[in-house]
C-alpha cells in the first residue's frame, strides 16, 4: 500500500517568517494530496488540496507544490502568524483503486509554532 | 450547519472491557470514514462505509475491532477485550460522496485510555 513519510516533525518559526513542510509518498498511482491544520482537541481540518494533473496552487497565504516524478508534494505557509501555530498532516489518496475510493493516507505529522 | 459529532469524547476503559464509539455524520454524507491517532502518529484508516455497507475494512487491526453504520447515518466502532495499545484518539470523518472529490469532514474525536 501506499507510504507517506513527513518531514519535519517539529518546526519553529518567527511570526513572518516562511514554513515548508515536506512530504514524499511511495506509490505513483496516488492522484490526490490533501492537507490538514489540526488544533488542539480538534479534528483535522482541510486547509489545502492537490491534484496530480496540477504542480501548484495557492490560497492567500497557503501554497503546496507537487513533483509527480520524485513523488513528493510540499506545504509553504508566507508570513506566519501566531494562529497558524498547530500540527500539520499530508496525506495521499489512491483515487483509481476501487475499493479504496477516497482513502487517505497520512503522514505522522508536523508540529509548527510561531512565536511573537 | 452542525458537523460531524463523536461521543464519549473521553472514555476510561479497564483493560479486558468492551467500548462503543459512536459518530453522527454531517445529514446527507453518504460515505464514513473510521480513523486512530496514536501519539506521536499519523492518523491510520480503520474502516469505510459507503451507505451502510463497508467496502472497506482491511484498516481493522484485529478481529476485536467491528464497525457498523444503520441507516445510512450514525456509525458505532466496537472494541472487544480492549488491550493498552487500543489506547488513541479515534476519529471519524464523512463526506457527501465517496472519493477524493469530496473533502473528509472530520469530528472532534475520542480519547480512549485502557488502563
Known amino acids: 500500500g501506499e507510504n507517506v513519510e513527513q518531514h519535519p516533525s517539529t518546526l519553529s518559526v518567527q511570526e513572518g517568517d516562511s514554513a515548508v513542510i515536506k512530504c514524499t509518498y511511495s506509490d505513483s498511482a496516488s492522484n490526490y494530496f490533501p492537507w490538514y491544520k489540526q488544533e488542539l482537541g480538534k479534528g483535522p481540518q482541510l486547509i489545502i488540496d492537490?491534484?496530480?494533473?496540477?504542480g501548484e496552487k495557492k490560497d492567500q497565504r497557503i501554497a503546496v507544490t507537487l513533483n509527480k516524478t520524485a513523488k513528493h508534494f510540499s506545504l509553504h505557509i508566507t508570513e506566519t502568524q501566531p494562529e497558524d501555530s498547530a500540527v500539520y498532516f499530508c496525506?495521499?489518496?489512491?483515487?483509481?483503486?476501487?475499493?479504496?475510493?477516497?482513502?487517505?493516507?497520512f503522514g505522522r505529522g508536523t508540529q509548527l509554532t510561531v512565536w511573537p | 450547519g452542525a458537523g460531524v459529532s463523536q461521543s464519549p469524547s473521553n472514555k476510561v476503559t479497564e483493560k479486558g472491557k468492551d467500548v462503543e464509539l459512536r459518530c453522527d455524520p454531517i445529514s446527507g454524507h453518504t460515505a464514513l470514514y473510521w480513523y486512530r491517532q496514536s501519539l506521536g502518529q499519523g492518523l491510520e484508516f480503520l474502516i469505510y462505509f459507503q451507505g451502510n455497507s463497508a467496502p472497506d475494512k482491511s484498516g481493522l487491526p484485529s478481529d476485536r475491532f467491528s464497525a457498523e453504520r444503520t441507516g445510512g447515518s450514525v456509525s458505532t466502532l466496537t472494541i472487544q477485550r480492549t488491550q493498552q495499545e487500543d489506547s488513541a484518539v479515534y476519529l471519524c470523518?464523512?463526506?457527501?460522496?465517496?472519493?477524493?472529490?469530496?473533502?473528509?469532514?472530520f469530528g472532534p474525536g475520542t480519547r480512549l485510555t485502557v488502563t
Open positions: 492537490i491534484r496530480s494533473n496540477v
Open positions: 496525506a495521499a489518496s489512491l483515487a483509481d483503486r476501487g475499493s479504496t475510493l477516497g482513502r487517505l493516507y
Open positions: 470523518a464523512s463526506s457527501l460522496r465517496q472519493g477524493p472529490s469530496y473533502e473528509q469532514y
